[in-house]
């Protein structure tokens, strides 16, 4: 079964770092760009970071640049997202997604979501 499943998410005080997980299965990982999305309540989804094959390229959002760090381990099958600096806008719904265009496509493969919430 093609999937993604999705950890690490929780509550968390402004300023604060999570470090989330996307495992993926079914299909051969290593081989395709990934992407973390995000969901803000009452919004829609918002693209946040996006990482080539290999890990050799990595880009983000306005919002996420100089904060979050998107990294891979092709060994584990295994997309992560380190959130630094956490601001209260930050709380969304986060998603681990294998894009099905372009690196900043919101629509692919998804996973089922991580919540992350930052509030003191």
């Known amino acids: 079964e093609v999937q993604l499943v999705e950890s690490g998410g929780g509550l968390v005080q402004p300023g604060g770092s999570l470090r989330l997980s996307c495992v993926a299965s079914?299909?051969?990982?290593?081989?395709?760009?990934m992407s973390w999305v995000r969901q803000p309540p009452g919004k829609g989804l918002e693209w946040v970071s996006n990482?080539?094959?290999?890990?050799?390229?990595?880009y983000y959002s306005d919002s996420a640049k100089g904060r979050f760090t998107i990294s891979r381990d092709d060994a584990k099958n295994t997309l992560y997202l380190q959130l630094n600096r956490l601001r209260t806008e930050d709380t969304a719904m986060y998603y681990c997604?294998?894009?099905?265009?372009?690196?900043?496509?919101?629509?692919?493969?998804r996973g089922q979501g991580t919540q992350v919430t930052v509030s003191s």
């Open positions: 997604l294998r894009p099905a265009t372009s690196f900043k496509a919101l629509e692919g493969l």
């Open positions: 079914g299909f051969t990982f290593s081989v395709y760009p």
């Open positions: 990482i080539s094959p290999g890990g050799h390229n990595t």
